[in-house]
């Protein structure tokens, strides 16, 4: 079964803190895997989207990684802003002969203080 | 990139009526789908609404009770009938495989918050 495990579940940081928000996953066969960002009561945006052959993307302060042989992917986040605040939302892909419905991790709450 | 609208943002309803919930696209798509995402939990696929043809809907949703149509490749409608407090929820409409995009590519409108008392 496809599933994708997102940790920490929440997270508190102070204003201009870095921080790291972790992403496993079984998605098979692997096709692409994206992070989403969520402000309370909007619609998922996109951050990042990676393929198999790419290990690492940015975004601005956001700097996504992809382990495919261990199955995990981390979105980094640099100099924390209060505007960071939201949920962060890891989804995967299956590739062609797969499903191609993505398979949408819980997220990650975080909460970034002055 | 896609520029989704959806009407209405929010509703509060009572029980036992319907709402219908519009998506509009700004360019033609490949797929649309509906969403729904309860207080604290993360996206659920409801159905992928297919173009001149019945929706194609997930483990635990119902035509009855989740209709939808699509008219065309830049518009859907989403009906939620019957409604219980327990469909108070953020519904959302989510598109991919736009004019030279990709599959790998997938956005999402800004939800409707709906409250059923």
């Known amino acids: 079964k496809n599933q994708v495990e997102q940790s920490p579940q929440s997270l508190i940081i102070l204003e201009g803190k870095n921080c790291t928000l972790q992403?496993?996953?079984?998605?098979?066969?692997?096709?692409?895997l994206r992070w989403y960002k969520q402000d309370t009561g909007r619609g998922p945006v996109s951050l990042t989207i990676?393929?198999?052959?790419?290990n690492t993307k940015s975004n601005g302060r956001y700097t996504a990684t992809l382990d495919a042989d261990t199955k995990q992917s981390s979105l980094h986040i640099t100099a924390s802003q209060l505007s960071d605040s939201a949920s962060y939302i890891c989804v995967v892909s299956a590739a062609p002969g797969g499903s191609y419905i993505p398979t949408f991790g819980r997220g990650t709450s975080l909460i970034v203080h002055p | 990139s896609a520029v989704i609208s959806q009407k209405p943002s929010r509703d509060i309803c009572q029980r036992g009526t319907s709402l219908t919930i519009q998506c509009q696209v700004d360019s033609q798509v490949t797929m649309m789908f509906w969403y729904r995402q309860q207080p604290g939990q993360s996206l659920t696929l409801i159905a992928t609404a297919n173009q001149g043809s019945e929706a194609t809907y997930e483990s635990g949703f119902v035509i009855d009770k989740f209709p939808i149509s699509r008219p065309n490749l830049t518009f859907s409608t989403l009906t939620v009938s019957n409604m219980s407090p327990e469909d108070s929820s953020i519904y959302l409409c989510?598109?991919?495989?736009?004019?030279?995009?990709?599959?790998?590519?997938?956005?999402f409108g800004p939800g409707t918050r709906l409250t059923v008392l």
């Open positions: 992403c496993n996953y079984t998605v098979s066969p692997f096709s692409n």
């Open positions: 989510s598109v991919a495989g736009g004019a030279g995009g990709t599959y790998n590519e997938q956005f």
């Open positions: 990676m393929t198999f052959s790419e």
